[in-house]
Structure formats: structure tokens, C-alpha cells
């Protein structure tokens, strides 16, 4: 698990931030879904954070530092919001293994901070009694408080306390008002670490025992709460007028699906537009600062790879970062405000339709920018049957890879005429199409997968919607420092090794001259060993070739057709390479080409994303298998239609 | 919109047959049972639909399944999760002591 010993971010931190032995204390962070855990946890912490995986699964692990009077410090560990520990999901046997120790590479916690929204306590002091049960110090976090006095609800947070046994602060991590209460709160648990004697509480006299039905054992936590809701003397407060008429508005009969679709055309429209001058830069930079590189370095075998390969290889992958960025910045605006909560529900039920869920809207659209963070975003899918179809089907959304090999190939063969009217062409058309095939392509899959793979019974998609809130700014840019960041690493990774074993297939076997050419490199010669396979399709080794280093990034194959047809600075706007294309392939192998595009997982990321998130060789290679099998049937069809 | 069936204390068999599903909106009932697989209603339990609790239908989804409000939280079902949860009116459960 390298990533669990990655630097800390932010400041000239050097000590390595891990919960270890170091005689800090060590605190967890506890708290349903929507609770403002992680608000509270950015506040606490600001950017001395860092995030991981658990090892072994796909959950993330937040652990910060906090710094108090001083020079004390305690770590915090943010544990995944759950309703209860029953071990159902991946989140809460998370949560629960590390409450109680069992996680490797993290001790357990000296104490617990409970997090709940106080306006909702009922519902949310369910997590109470398995807290407590854990007899550990505990400070219970009234979140939201000024929330629930504004809306005439009140609350005696001492004789809460005294009820529970557990000191109680009133906060709004939104705010920041009560904060200091929590930090009040850690520098006693900073001042006898490891001092976590188990705190017997009376309260465990009451609880339900394990052995106890599902039900029953639910009911008598249900009872508890109810009680010490009453002794706290709780006044639920008055239903909030605002969140009523905007979920009069967003789930209105006409207006909500017509407002969720405005929704997904602004973010996907940003993703192509606004990304696109922050995407030019970025090429612009590398490209510059490569060939700054090629002219200071002695020309050596080093330069190449370093230039050709890995500045190349990496730089192909970076460039997207940009619309990774925007589409995270407004995934995060919509999930902090709540309505993505919403949108989950309006598309439910056409999701419900192909066998996926409402949950499943997010990492699709999400699939129109990369796959990989897609099939992260996936994770919030809480039934394993529902995330697994889903991000199996993911990579057909048209991701950003595709549209350079889509443009080229587009500019050379359709002509830029109109098709119905002077506003849609016949090239527009065609790029509709190829985004129709794959939304066809991705119902279908999944239409057979949940008949076949992943039969279940129809589960219960249930979900929670929070109330509207202001997003904050603070937790939004958190945030996205962690995607661009966990982009970068697991992207960057896996494509400078990919890299690297592509420009060496270009380097052998060596010449008196160096490096052979194109056609004699072993490169070459694999794209000659396939040959006779993609022949029916109508491309030559040439095609093939660029058909094995777009695995890199499926545009890869540009600048490599563009080398090999000795075209220098090939783009996709090149005229030159659309020239020789066109002599080189007909109107059908252009079109099956396109269509192979579509379909094809040509994309090493994506293939170690499944892996991880899957955590096993078997749904990326079957993955891949299918999807390869797919495109090139497709691509067959296409020639002989097209001829 | 059907009519309510009215509930006797005496009928036990005709306010099972009751289900959130046929609660028209705004209306409070008391939550009976919930027939579901263990692994399906535990989702449910944890987010305080138990038996005993008070639930009420708030709005529909333009897709015609019910957002229903538990605990001053509000939970969106599925139509098909809501007709599995057996429900009887409040009026009776006064009746009932």
C-alpha cells in the first residue's frame, strides 16, 4: 500500500502523518451521512490532512492533525459516515474496524467524536448506543444547532449529557461557530492519551443485545433514543420553509426533470467548454517545456526517453485534468447543496428501467469527462450487484480520450456539409451518433449483465434527502485538491510505466544508427503480428500500432499515426494526417475505426481503476475481453455496410 | 384515489392489508410491519423505520414514487418498497390504547 506513506499535503510538514505510536493521541471522527462530518473535520484540520485507501478496499481513510494551545497536537481520523455498524456496506465494516483496532497501519482510537444534525437528533442518535457501546471517551457533536434554534426547535444539551454519559457541544461546523468547543474537548484527550480507560456507562444496561432478531434489536435502540430524546427535553424544530419550495420546484412533475436536464447540459457543457483554454495551456506547457528539454539535454538515448516517453506519455493524461477539476467542482456544488440527492431521485426510476439506480446517474455523467474518476464516484452505490454493473459499463460514456481520434478521423472522412438544416452537419452528426452508440451500448450491457452476472432480487433503493444547505467554499477545494491529487497519483502512475515500455519497443532492435525506424522497431513489428487480426477491419500494421499505444490514452493514437506516417506535430487538426488517411483507409474502415473507438476499453487506467475497485483481475479482464469483442464486431459490421 | 378502508380494532387481517403505498400525501400512519428480506429492511431500520414509527407520504417524485418523512427526515422509496410496508392509521391507534 504505497499511497498510505505518501507526504503529507500543505505546509513543510516532513514528519510522516500516520497514526502510529508516536504518542499522539489518536481521535475518530464518527457521524451519519450529512451530518457536516467532513466540514467539521476541515475545519479541525485546514490542510494538515491526507487521504489514503484502507488497505485491501476501496474506502478512503482521511486522517488529520490538530493543532491545539501550543505545540499539542492530536490526530483526528475522519471515519466514513454510516447509520450503523452493522457491517452491511463496505463503509460501516470500515468503520467499524477501525473503531475497534482491527485495521492495519492505524491504532485504535483513544476517544470519539460523535457528529450528528441536530435537527434531525432522532433520527440520527441511532448511531448513538453502538458509540457508546465502545466505551470509549466520547464527545457528542450537536451540529447544526443554530440551524435548529432559527427554526424554533430546542434542546438540553446537559441533561443530554448527563443521560449519556458523554460530554456535548452545540457547534455549526458551517460557521465555525462552537469549534472551539471540540478543540476544548481534544486538548483533555491530548493531555492523557492512551489514558482511554473504558468508560463504564449506565447505558449499557439498557442496550439490546446482539443476539437479539434484526428487527427487535433495531426496535429497542428506537426506544432508547426515544427516551433520551424526551429527558433531553427535544423539540424537533419546525419544518424548514426554504427546503419545502425548493423541493417543490426540483421535484416538480414538469419542472423537476426539465431543471435535471438544464443540470447535466450546463455540466457537460462546461466539461467541453470552459475546460477547454485551461486544457490548451496545459498542452502548451508540456509541449514547450519538452522541447525545452530535448535542446538543453545531450542527445542521448536518456533525452528520448525522457522526452518522447515519459514527458510525452505523462502529458497526455495531465490534460485532462482540467475537466476533471470542473466536472468535481460542480459534482461538489450539487452534492453540498443537496440537490444531487434529488437528481439521484428523478433518475431513478430510469435507471430502475436498464437495472441500475438512481446513485448510478452520478458516475455516468461523471464518465463523460474519464472513466476513472467515474468508477470512483461509483463508490457512494451502496448495493454491491447495482456498483459493479454500473461501473462496468461506465467506460462507454464518450470520455474526453475519444473526441481527438473521433475529430480526426471526422475531418478527414465526413464532409462539412449540412444534414437537416443549416444548423445540424453532417459531421455534428456523426459525433451525436458516436455518443448514441454509447449510451446504447451501456443500457444494453447492463440490461444483460443484471439478467445475468448480476441477477438479484430488485433491491430498495432508499435515499436520504438532507436539507438545502450553502456549500462551503472551504470543503469544496479540500476536496478538489483530493481528486486532482488522487488523478494525478493513480493515472500518472500507471501511465509513465506504460510509457516507458512503449518507447522502448520504439528503440529495438538498435541500428548502427540508433533507434530503427518505426516499421523495423519491435513496436512495429507487433503492429505487423496483429495485422492479420484487424485485416477484415481493413487497417494495416499502421493502425495497429496505434491501436496498441492508444491503450496509453485512446488519443495517443494520433501523435502515433502521425509519427509513423512521418507527419511532424500531428494533431488532430493536422490536414496532412487527414490527407494520407483518407488514401489509406476506406469510408467503412474509417467508420469501423470510430466505431471500434466506442466501443473498445483502449485504456490502461481504466482497466487499474477496475482492478482496485474491484479488487481482483476478473471484472477488468472480462471488462476488456467484452468491450474489445464488441468493437470489433462493430467495427466488422461497419465495413461491410459501409464498404 | 380509492377510499380508505376503515380500521377496526376487531379486523386485524384488513389492517395488514393497508400499505404505504395506498397513504395518500400528507397523511401520518403508523408503521406496522415491513415485509422485506432481512437484508432489504435493514436499510430501513437504520434510518428509523421501525415498527411503531410514525411515517408520512410528503411528496412524489415525478416519477410517482413517494418521498416520505420519518423522524423529520425525509426518505425517497421506491413504490414497490413502499407497498411492502404495512401501515395502519393513527385514528385507530388511539382506539386501541
Known sequence: MDEQHSAPRGEADSAVLVADDS??????????????????????????QKVANYPGVTVEKHIGRV?????????LVDLPGVHGFSARTIDERVTKDVLEGRVEGIRAPDALVLIVDATRLENQLMLVEPVLELELPTLLVLNMSDELEARGGRIDDRALAERL??????????????????????????????????????????????????VDAFAARRRLVREVVDEAGFVPPGPSALSERLD?????????????????????QSIFTW?????????????????????????????????????????SVVIFLPQILILFLFLGVLEDSGYMARAAVIADRMMYRV???????????????????????????????????????????????????????IAAFVPDQPLVGPLVGQRAAVLLGLYGLGIVAAVGTAFLLKRTLLRAQPTSFLMELPPYRVPSPRTLALRLLDRSKIFLRRAGRIIFAVAIVL?????FPRTDLGAPDIEESALGRIGQVIEPAIEPLGFDWRVGVGLVTSLAAREVIVGTLGTIYGVETADEESVALQEILRRDLTLGSAIGLLVFFAFALQCVSTVAVMRRETAGWKWPALQFGYMLLLGYTGAFVAVRIFG | MQSLPVVENSAPESVRELRLGDIPLRQEVELISIDLPADQAEPLLERGVLPG??????????????????????????RETADCLCVRMLSSLKDAG
Open chain 1, 23 to 48: 504518542g499522539r493521541a489518536l481521535v475518530a471522527l464518527v457521524g451519519p451521512p450529512n451530518s457536516g462530518k467532513t466540514t467539521l473535520f476541515n475545519r479541525l484540520t485546514g490542510l494538515r
Open chain 1, 67 to 75: 493543532k491545539l494551545e501550543g505545540e499539542e497536537v492530536v490526530d
Open chain 1, 165 to 214: 454519559g458523554v460530554d456535548v457541544v452545540r457547534t455549526s461546523a458551517r460557521t465555525g461557530e462552537g469549534v472551539d468547543g471540540v478543540r476544548t474537548y481534544l486538548a483533555e484527550v491530548r493531555a492523557a492519551p492512551g489514558g482511554a480507560e473504558r468508560v463504564e456507562r449506565t447505558l449499557a444496561n439498557v442496550k439490546s443485545g446482539t443476539s437479539l432478531p434484526v
Open chain 1, 248 to 268: 417543490g420546484l426540483f421535484l416538480h412533475r414538469f419542472w423537476g426533470p426539465l431543471i435535471f436536464l438544464a443540470v447535466v447540459l450546463v455540466v457537460f
Open chain 1, 275 to 315: 475546460a477547454v483554454p485551461l486544457m490548451d495551456m496545459i498542452d502548451y506547457l508540456i509541449v514547450s517545456s519538452g522541447d525545452w528539454l530535448a535542446a538543453t539535454l545531450p542527445d542521448t538515448w536518456f533525452r528520448s526517453l525522457l522526452v518522447d516517453g515519459v514527458w510525452a506519455g505523462v502529458g
Open chain 1, 355 to 409: 437495472g441500475l439506480q438512481g446513485r448510478a446517474f452520478l458516475p455516468l455523467l461523471s464518465g463523460y469527462a474519464c472513466a476513472v474518476p467515474a468508477i470512483l464516484a461509483a463508490r457512494t452505490i451502496d448495493d454491491e450487484r447495482d456498483r459493479l454493473a454500473t461501473i462496468f459499463v461506465t467506460p462507454f460514456m464518450t470520455c474526453s480520450a475519444r473526441l481527438p481520434v473521433y475529430a480526426l478521423l
Open chain 1, 503 to 507: 518507447w522502448t519497443l520504439t528503440q
Open chain 2, 53 to 78: 414509527c410514525r411515517i408520512c407520504p410528503v411528496r412524489a417524485t415525478p416519477g410517482g414514487d413517494p418521498i416520505v418523512s420519518v423522524d423529520g427526515s425525509l426518505l425517497a422509496l421506491r
